[in-house]
């Protein structure tokens, strides 16, 4: 099993920044990526930001060039952060690791979520 834990939500005002945290333990092998989505009250989950061990990243066009990604393959941690919030970012925020079995099936796992809330 995984474990995925993430922190660092909170009331920010728009044009601020929060930093988010995930921590993966459990039994964690052979990692394709981690990536961080998000969902918005009434909408479908989103994807925000992905990273590969290798440190390739990925960004949704709505976050490019204010969110960075960045991670510490040794501690199994990734983090979001994320620079000139505004409302439209108000959203859960939620962790996920993808890994490949020793029989190259993949799996994922998602952490609970962390609430993310960008208000004057």
């Known amino acids: 099993q995984v474990q995925l834990v993430e922190s660092g939500g909170g009331l920010v005002l728009p044009g601020g920044s929060l930093r988010l945290s995930c921590a993966a333990s459990g039994s964690i092998f052979n990692i394709d990526h981690m990536a961080w989505y998000r969902q918005a009250p009434g909408k479908q989950r989103e994807y925000v930001a992905a990273?590969?061990?290798?440190?390739?990243?990925n960004y949704a066009d709505s976050v490019k060039g204010r969110f960075a990604i960045s991670t510490d393959n040794a501690k199994n941690t990734v983090w979001l952060h994320m620079n000139s919030l505004n409302p439209e970012d108000t959203a859960v925020y939620y962790c996920m690791i993808l890994m490949y079995d020793p029989n190259n099936i993949p799996s994922d796992y998602w952490g609970q979520g962390t609430q993310v809330t960008v208000s004057p």
């Open positions: 990273i590969s061990p290798a440190g390739t990243t």
